[in-house]
């Protein structure tokens, strides 16, 4: 998925409990290209807990 998620020209998060997705996804391999992707101006939506 890691590797999906970097050749991605949007990421969309939704659903779901925010906690869980702190726990499963922020601090994870994914949650790392989620912030790359993020930080070279890629578009992120949803609801984020933290920023990235």
């Known amino acids: 998925m890691c590797e999906q998620l ?8 939704c659903g779901g409990d925010t906690e869980n997705y702190i726990a499963e996804i922020v601090h994870t391999p994914i ?15 949803g609801s984020l807990p933290e920023p990235l």
Not at 6 to 13: D, S
Not at 31 to 45: D, E, H, S
């Open 31 to 45: 949650g790392k290209v989620i912030q790359r992707q993020f930080k070279k101006g890629v578009p992120v939506a």
């Open 6 to 13: 970097a050749k991605c020209g949007g990421i969309v998060i």
